[in-house]
């Protein structure tokens, strides 16, 4: 259950391994929480997490096998999560790939592996978790979307387009669960200097995994729709989507 | 049924369930008849402050009822669970009876006070409400309706008493009352400068009244920690007001002045300045030492039923009631509390110190020998840390925290703080295997 001070006893972080997603969990996870669940593909490196996360905040942490292309399987994995620890409180959907855009050019495939982690896995997998939480009436939802979901860049354009998918899904999941005693909120950092982005140049308004995870607290104690890491991208997103697009392109050149 | 989204007092956690208004027996018997994985569960006027009286994705059972009788020479009234404390007062006190045990508030019901065995200003006296019920009627999960006395199913009675709803709905309940001269209050005022002096004061006088409780500040720090207004009260004798021709004045009156809107709920309005300042007002415009004066029961014991709705003065993310005892021997926790508060400076001037006597024999009731310290704080970021460093000093001086108030303590402290939970548990197995009645109190703490 979430307590009155608005800290929650069960957390499950999909994309276990995820540097933004740790460092929610690293926010998030307070001496009210009793079970904090890892769902990743590579459970090895998972376990290793779990003993550090386990360590630092004395809490039980466990590793479970997810993979977001497995599409069918979300549904008996939500399932199986609930007849191990019950009630989701938290679920942070934090799973996701950058890919290459040079790679996805030339190989359809690599267009499929983005799309399958960063939308298709993710949104069902949503969808899933809230089905459940629609049933236990309480629950809160975190989905780590991006600024790049809002326009489409050439240089990862199949990233923005997966993200975009799943901006999208997750709004509508939003309006699905209005007054239904589940809150669902979306957070769209700017680039985020970490593993991920290693050895990409940072753009204008960068931020850091701790302040996207601060931004993730403060509006679990709130109930904003979406969330802008840093704040300001709000406010450069409401012109640059509607920049006419020969100036776009010269602006992220 | 209705669809509703109902939270504790304290405004923290709404919860979607379906409420089922039930008029009888047979209409309860039909809810619990049929109740999904997530259960189902009684609920008053939602007074409890945290969780307790709500069941998220759960069937709500909600009560009405009558005041059934009462019997003028023994004082016995025979209730529904879904009547209040007001409705009953405004019967019982033009005929010369009291209620045992009343809270803070009269806005609790028969039903909400036995679950919680609620205490008053007089527990060291007369302790808590569970003592003075002499049977009551419930519906359980197993058996349908029965009635239960301590004579009868003493497990059953005593897990029902302080089992927070969850070993079935009461329906109703025989309670004896206590017979009053007046309908007015004498009451005896202290002010001291310090939690020193005033616990001393407490330990000293407590035993030549029936009631007594003081308002801590919690605003103020070095030597004047702790300062605060200790009141006794008595129930006034018909000779002390002196009525003309020995008629006996039984008027009560009691209404709220003034309700707080609901706009006001989307902001919080007690900041710590107003916190401050309401403290400094309050215990400057308390006598040093005053005798004798009179006062209405609503004045003396529902203070704060004057102004409805006043939880909303702590806004959208609501306040939590932090209440604790300890034992006898370790006032020291108290004043390390108190510290601990005065240190984090919240936005607090609701404080109230009590000493408790012997705790009654409820499994999970609240009460013990011991000081207890009620403090409403507002939710603010850092109030988690704090509230589990007051969990963490209540836990290792043997204490407990009361579930009515209680919405974010964890398995760990409530199983450390009430050593009879199994012996409850074992009760709870027996009257509903399958785990019909549910909260999301007990789901939290693990009940």
């Known amino acids: 259950m979430k307590t009155s001070t608005g800290e929650f006893q069960t957390i499950v972080l999909f994309g276990g391994l995820s540097e933004i997603g740790l460092a929610i969990l690293d926010r998030c996870v307070t001496p009210a929480t009793t079970t904090v669940v890892l769902a990743c593909r590579n459970v090895d490196a998972g376990a290793d997490v779990a003993t550090a996360l386990h360590n630092s905040k004395n ?101 923005g387009a997966s993200k975009a998918g799943l901006d999208a899904f997750a709004q509508g999941l939003q309006e699905r669960l209005h007054a239904s005693g589940v809150e669902l909120v979306i957070v769209r950092p700017g680039f985020v200097r970490g593993r991920m982005t290693q050895g990409l140049p940072p753009a204008p308004f960068s ?33 640059l989507r509607i920049l006419p697009s020969p100036i776009w392109r010269r602006v992220v050149k | 049924m209705s669809d509703v989204i109902v939270a504790g007092w304290g405004r923290t956690n709404p919860a979607r369930s379906s409420l089922y208004e039930c008029a009888n027996q047979q209409s309860v018997e039909l809810v619990i008849s049929d109740v999904g994985e ?64 009343t809270p803070g508030t009269r806005y609790v019901t028969i039903g909400g006070a036995i679950a919680a065995d609620i205490h008053g200003k007089n527990h060291h006296r007369d302790g808590s409400i569970g003592a003075w ?96 207004v200790v009141t006794w009260g008595d129930h006034a004798s018909s000779e002390r007001i002196r009525v003309g021709r020995g008629r006996r004045v039984r008027k009560y009156k009691a209404s709220q002045r003034f309700s707080v809107p609901e706009f ?24 040093h030492s005053r005798a004798d004066e009179l006062q209405s029961i609503p004045k003396f014991f529902h203070p704060l039923d004057a102004v409805g709705n006043w939880n909303r003065l702590y806004g959208r993310r609501g306040f939590v009631q932090y209440q604790f005892v300890v034992p006898d021997d370790r006032p020291d926790v108290v004043v390390t509390a108190l510290r601990c508060v005065a240190r984090e400076r919240p936005a607090d001037f609701l404080n109230v110190l009590k000493r408790f006597g012997d705790a009654g024999d409820g499994m999970l009731s609240f009460p013990m020998r011991g000081w207890t310290l009620t403090m409403d704080l507002p939710v603010t970021d850092g109030l988690g840390q704090l509230i589990h460093h007051l969990d963490e000093l209540v836990m290792e001086a043997g204490g407990r925290i009361y579930l009515a108030k209680d919405g974010c303590s964890s398995p760990q402290v ?21 785990g019909i009645f549910q909260s999301d109190l007990s789901r939290r703490l693990e009940l």
């Not at chain 1, 049933?135 to 989905?143: D, K, L, M, N, Y």
């Not at chain 2, 003493?154 to 897990?159: E, H, M, R, V």
């Not at chain 2, 008493?161 to 309670?175: C, D, E, Y």
């Not at chain 2, 409530?414 to 399958?434: F, I, M, Q, T």
């Open chain 2, 38 to 101: 997530r259960g189902a569960l009684a609920r008053g006027l939602g007074r409890s402050y945290g969780d307790a009286a709500q069941v998220s994705g759960g069937k709500l059972v909600g009560l009405t009822g009558r005041i059934i009788s009462l019997d003028p020479t023994s004082g016995v009234v025979i209730v529904d669970a879904g009547v209040s404390i007001d409705e009953l007062l405004r019967y019982i006190v033009p005929k010369g009876w009291f209620v045992p045990v």
């Open chain 1, 207 to 239: 931020t850091t995994p701790e302040h996207v995870a601060d931004a993730v607290w403060r509006s679990l104690q709130a109930a904003p729709a979406v969330v802008w890491v840093p704040g300001i991208l709000r406010w450069v997103f409401a012109v």
């Open chain 2, 414 to 434: 409530v199983s450390a703080g009430y050593p009879r939970l199994n012996e409850w548990r074992s009760v709870r197995s027996r009257v509903d295997p399958d």
């Open chain 2, 264 to 287: 006001i709920g989307s902001r919080r309005t007690i900041r710590r300045w107003n916190a401050v300042a309401f403290s400094e007002f309050w215990f400057r415009s308390a006598p």
């Open chain 1, 59 to 159: 809490c039980d942490v466990q590793v479970v096998y997810w993979d977001a292309s497995h599409l069918k399987d979300h549904d008996r994995w939500v399932a199986q999560f609930m007849t191990d620890h019950g009630d989701i409180d938290l679920a942070v959907m934090a799973a996701g790939v950058l890919g290459d855009q040079d790679q996805c050019d030339a190989d359809p495939n690599a267009v499929a592996d983005v799309l399958l982690s960063n939308s298709a896995g993710p949104s069902v997998m949503l969808s899933a978790v809230a089905q459940q939480m629609r049933v236990q009436a309480h629950g809160r939802i975190v989905v780590l979307s991006s600024v790049a979901a809002i326009r489409m860049r050439a240089a990862n354009a199949t990233y």
């Open chain 2, 133 to 228: 019920i002499e049977s009551l009627n419930l519906i359980t999960a197993v058996d349908g309706f029965v009635t239960v006395s301590p004579a009868s199913d003493p497990q059953l009675f005593w897990a029902t008493i302080g089992g927070m709803g969850l070993t079935g709905v009461i329906m109703s309940a025989r309670i004896k009352l206590i017979p009053i001269d007046t309908p007015l209050m004498e009451v005896t005022t202290q002010r001291h400068n310090n939690i020193d002096d005033l616990m001393e004061a407490m330990v000293s006088k407590d035993s030549d009244h029936r009631y007594s409780v003081a308002w801590v500040d919690t605003t103020v720090s070095g030597s004047r920690l702790g300062r605060g």
